[in-house]
């Protein structure tokens, strides 16, 4: 089984940038497709971006689009998501998520998850 733990989070200003990690640990990471998500405050879970198995396709929501980018070193078994130009209201806990063979927008098609890393930035 993949297990999945995030790691970049921080405190940055309006405009800044950070990159999260997610790197996995166990077998066949590479048929993995994987995913961001996150949650703020009294908010449901939202989906960020996924990419697949190989790292060439990828999606993101429209309030990120342009400002994130993931990518993915099947040989690191470690997914990134870079993201710049960052906004008051992206503040909220990051999760990444994984299946096997899985994709998509909606966290129901993932069945693994990282603990959460917090991003948080201010005006």
């Known amino acids: 089984q993949v297990q999945l733990v995030e790691s970049g989070g921080g405190l940055v200003q309006a405009g800044g940038s950070l990159r999260l990690s997610c790197a996995a640990s166990g077998r066949a990471f590479s048929t993995y497709a994987m995913a961001w998500f996150r949650q703020a405050p009294g908010k449901e879970r939202e989906f960020v971006s996924a990419?697949?198995?190989?790292?060439?396709?990828?999606i993101y929501a429209p309030s990120v689009k342009g400002r994130f980018t993931s990518s993915r070193d099947n040989a690191k078994n470690t997914v990134y998501l870079q993201m710049n130009s960052l906004k008051p209201e992206d503040t909220a806990v990051y999760y990444c998520?994984?299946?096997?063979?899985?994709?998509?927008?909606?966290?129901?098609?993932?069945?693994?998850w990282g603990q959460g890393t917090q991003v948080t930035v201010s005006s």
């Open positions: 990419i697949g198995w190989s790292g060439i396709s990828t």
């Open positions: 998520a994984g299946r096997q063979y899985g994709g998509g927008m909606n966290p129901s098609n993932y069945d693994r």
